[in-house]
């Protein structure tokens, strides 16, 4: 995948972490607020705790990092799983937000 690719796909998915987060805003009680500042994306909980995910361009990975721990996730040509085997980027954004926000929430793409 060259940067060009990388960015798209990349882009897409910090969007759809976005549209999820005000889709949880509008259809339960969680409350999530999603900060975007340029290739970065903060997800503030009410407990105050947060979530990051951030580009990392020349390595063409996306980072996240929750009270669980640091996760790096590259595309497959279908998803971006996690470089260590830990499972598909939104799969554990819905798992980590879950335990954040003390509630179920289903992010997706």
Known sequence: MNDLEFMDR?????????????????????????????????????????IVINLQKPLHEIWLAAKSGGYHYKFDNKQWLDTKGQGEF????????????????????
């Open 90 to 109: 939104f799969a554990n954004l819905s798992r980590c937000a879950s335990e954040q926000a003390g509630c179920p929430l289903v992010l997706n793409s």
């Open 10 to 50: 990349a882009e897409n998915l910090l969007k759809a972490v976005e549209t999820s987060c005000d889709r949880i805003n509008d259809q339960t009680l969680a409350d999530i607020d999603s900060q975007r500042v340029g290739s970065m994306v903060t997800l503030v909980f009410s407990n105050k705790s947060q």
